[in-house]
C-alpha cells in the first residue's frame, strides 16, 4: 500500500503572475486573473481579518488585538509589516496616553469612497 502524495500533480502548470513577485517568487494566480490566497491571506487567518479590518476604514493599534480579542495577536507590527511588503499602504499615527505620557502606534488605511 502507498501513500497518496500531496499537493498539486506535477503535470499541472500554476498561471503566474507577470510583475507581482513576493519572496522573490511570481505570485500565483487563478484562472480568473484575482491573486490566489497563500499562507497569511487564507480565508479566516490572522492577517486576512486585519487586512480586512483596516481596509473598511477602522483604525487599529496593538491594545486592540491582544487576547482574547478577535484578532487575538500579540505581534501586530510583524504582520502590518508583512502586510506592507506585499503593497499596502498602511499608515502608521502616534497617539499619547494622556494619563502616563506614552504612545503607541495605530494603524489605518485611507479608504477611497
Known amino acids: 500500500m502507498s501513500k497518496a502524495k500531496r ?18 517568487k511570481p505570485q500565483l494566480i487563478n484562472k480568473d486573473g484575482s491573486l490566489r ?22 483604525t487599529l493599534s496593538q491594545l ?3 487576547p482574547p480579542s478577535k484578532f487575538n495577536t500579540i505581534r501586530l507590527g510583524g504582520i502590518i509589516g508583512e502586510l506592507r511588503k506585499r503593497g499596502y499602504e498602511i499608515h502608521t499615527k502616534n497617539v499619547v496616553n494622556k ?3 506614552s504612545t503607541h502606534g495605530v494603524y489605518y ?4 469612497k
Open 37 to 58: 490566497a497563500n499562507g497569511y491571506f487564507q480565508k479566516g487567518s490572522k492577517t486576512k481579518m486585519i487586512l480586512d479590518h483596516l481596509k473598511s476604514g477602522k
Open 99 to 101: 494619563k502616563t505620557n
Open 7 to 24: 499537493g498539486r500533480p506535477k503535470n499541472v502548470k500554476q498561471l503566474q503572475h507577470n510583475t507581482l513577485k513576493y519572496k522573490g
Open 109 to 112: 488605511m485611507d479608504v477611497e
Open 64 to 66: 486592540d488585538c491582544y
